[in-house]
């Protein structure tokens, strides 16, 4: 799971980078993201378009959707059946976690890392 100590760099996403390397020194560009269940997504939706508002349903389809569609993903994987699953991941109560990222970055083309932070 995400939590909101959590950093997380996006290489590749159009709307600001948020970690970076420079001369073999990372810099880490913290933003501020909704302490709610839809934070992984909030923060996939700020740095994929620019925007929070309103996405996490949409990036929560799909999800969903690349699920529903891809043979190569199981009920294993998932740790429940697919059709479940789909129902599980559109409802906002729950979070994301490293499946979520992992379908994210192939929605994206992106990489993403995830790196948990000291809290200020």
């Known amino acids: 799971m995400i939590s909101p100590s959590s950093a997380i760099g996006f290489k590749g996403f159009p709307h600001g980078t948020c970690c970076f390397q420079f001369r073999a020194m990372v810099v880490v560009i913290r ?3 909704a302490k709610d269940n839809n934070c992984l997504f909030s923060a996939c939706g700020y740095l994929a ?7 996490c349903s949409e990036l929560r389809a799909a999800v969903a959707e690349h699920v529903r569609r891809s ?13 479940e699953y789909c129902a ?3 409802n906002e109560m729950n979070w ?3 499946n979520e990222v ?3 970055c192939d929605k994206f083309n992106v990489e993403i890392q995830v790196a948990s932070t000291p809290k200020p």
């Open 31 to 33: 933003r501020r993201i």
């Open 49 to 55: 378009e620019g925007r929070q508002s309103g996405i």
């Open 71 to 83: 043979p190569d993903i199981n009920d294993v994987m998932l740790g429940m059946p697919k059709e």
């Open 88 to 90: 599980w991941i559109r």
């Open 96 to 98: 994301g976690g490293e």
């Open 102 to 104: 992992c379908f994210l």
